[in-house]
């Protein structure tokens, strides 16, 4: 009976912690809705097996939906969203490069291209010091103004991944290369298989609020049945302890 009360317990305590991850999960994607190109997660767990008995469940992964979300117009002409596949690369400061569908871009005080974070734009050009304005094409190509006259000083690239969905998140909006996503492959927008560049235009993210409340009070209810079996399976245990000293 011992052994029968405490696979209950471990499986209860199981079932717990894996609510408690996934209110965790749902808890950062509602506090990301109104983060640019920001892509919902969830948890997906596996049941686990010892010596033919129920053991409980175990986190087997957490599974990143790329879905495009919306697009909103804005006032700045480096504000940039990727209609379609893609993702804009920027150099980490231990130089690494990490992916990224937030296209929220400013020139910093040496002229470059850079995110949010202060991180550069991976391209194949430079903003010329006497710059007075920029503007992105939609395939890509960074037009100058210089003296009353456009000249292209460089093109962005994108870059899409075999497996999109295999990507690992590193905390600031960003995505790193993993052996699950497979290699970047870098190619012009607006070609075959990549999405075209829109300027004055920000991807929102991809989170959509009812699901994510519908899914929170699911949780919660999950999580409070498991904590209830628990209790109870502990005062069983508890009674069958003082029973034995009788």
Known sequence: MSSNINQILNISRSGMLAR?????????????????????????????LNQRLYNGVQLRATQHFMDQGALKQTSNSLDLAINGEGFFSVTLPDGRIAY???????????HRLVNVNGFPLVWDGSIPEDTEEVNIESDGSVMVLQNGSW????????????????????????????PVSGAAIAGSPNSEGFGEIKNHTLE???????????????????????????????????????????
């Open 151 to 178: 000249n292209q000083a460089g093109t962005i690239q994108l870059n899409r991944f075999p497996n999109a969905n295999g990507l690992l998140g590193s905390g600031d909006n960003l995505w790193m290369e993993t």
């Open 100 to 110: 990224t569908r937030d296209g929220e871009f400013n020139l910093d005080a040496n």
């Open 204 to 246: 929102q993210s991809n989170v959509n609020i009812a699901n994510e409340m519908s899914q929170m009070i699911l949780l919660q209810r999950s999580f409070d049945l498991s904590l209830r079996t628990f209790q109870a399976t502990d005062q069983m245990f508890d009674e069958a302890i003082q029973l034995r000293r009788i």
């Open 20 to 48: 408690m991850n996934d209110l965790d999960l749902v808890s950062h994607n509602l506090a990301n809705i109104n983060t640019n190109g920001f892509k919902t997660s969830r948890s997906n767990f596996q049941e686990m």
